[in-house]
């Protein structure tokens, strides 16, 4: 079955550069979420869209944005990177009523 | 507030049967779910309760008591490979594009 892919997997950066992960979702799957996981933390919620509109946002620092595209890929942009946003970065994707969400493998993204 | 709390670690052999606690604040809640993650893996997910009583899926069950806030995750004939950390997770509503906030988290760790 397809499941929720995510690139890249690894990416190292240096401070005050710009990132872009990607996510594609499972198809037909309408809901997209990215979350940012710190070292022993639980997942932190950043943005979401429904049908291509954002839906709701958590805690997500104005440094950052995103978007889904017509064809339901999702990207997360991340300028001025700091240090602290080294973390694991996971896109999830469900279909409407869907309770379990399923998370891609993640971008563990290392700011130098 | 949307927090919910749980054991930061708990402990168990093979074999053996354990039991995953955690409590959550009402406002807005509306269903509790139940992720598995291991080091450096994606969250995935295990079982949703909306309504009180017990949801019973192979070696894993979840509970849920509304009028408690409270749920927790049972693990039975316990597996080398069930060692990871276990999320508890609460939606706010009944739509596909509900966003998970998670818990603290707990590292279950099983011995031989």
């Keep these: 079955a397809a499941g929720v892919i995510q690139s890249p997997r690894h990416l190292i950066k240096e401070k005050r550069e710009t990132a872009t992960l990607k996510c594609y979702p499972i198809p037909?799957?309408?809901?997209?979420?990215?979350?940012?996981q710190g070292p022993g933390q639980d997942p932190q919620f950043l943005i979401s869209f429904y049908e291509k509109m954002q839906s709701d946002k958590g805690s997500i620092p104005d440094r950052f944005s995103a978007q889904q595209?017509?064809?339901?890929?999702?990207?997360?942009?991340?300028?001025?990177?700091?240090?602290?946003?080294?973390?694991?970065?996971?896109?999830?994707?469900?279909?409407?009523?869907?309770?379990?969400?399923?998370?891609?493998s993640g971008t563990r993204l290392t700011v130098v | 507030?949307?927090?919910?709390?749980?054991?930061?670690?708990?402990?168990?052999?093979?074999?053996?049967?354990?039991?995953?606690?955690?409590?959550?604040?009402?406002?807005?809640?509306?269903g509790l779910s139940?992720?598995?993650?291991?080091?450096?893996?994606?969250?995935?997910?295990?079982?949703?309760n909306a309504l009180d009583g017990l949801e019973e899926t192979g070696r894993f069950s979840s509970f849920l008591s509304r009028s408690d806030s409270y749920g927790y995750l049972l693990l039975q004939e316990l597996q080398m490979k069930d060692s990871a950390s276990y999320f508890c997770a609460r939606t706010g509503g009944n739509t596909g594009f509900q966003k998970l906030v998670f818990g603290t988290g707990t590292r279950l760790l099983v011995s031989p």
């Design chain 1, 28 to 36: 037909r799957h309408d809901t997209v979420y990215w979350y940012q």
């Design chain 1, 69 to 104: 595209f017509s064809d339901y890929h999702s990207e997360l942009n991340m300028s001025s990177l700091e240090l602290g946003d080294s973390a694991l970065y996971f896109c999830a994707s469900s279909a409407g009523g869907d309770y379990g969400y399923t998370f891609g």
């Design chain 2, 1 to 30: 507030g949307q927090s919910l709390e749980q054991p930061s670690e708990v402990t168990a052999v093979e074999g053996a049967i354990v039991q995953i606690n955690c409590t959550y604040q009402t406002s807005g809640f509306y």
């Design chain 2, 34 to 48: 139940w992720y598995q993650q291991h080091d450096g893996g994606a969250p995935t997910f295990l079982s949703y």
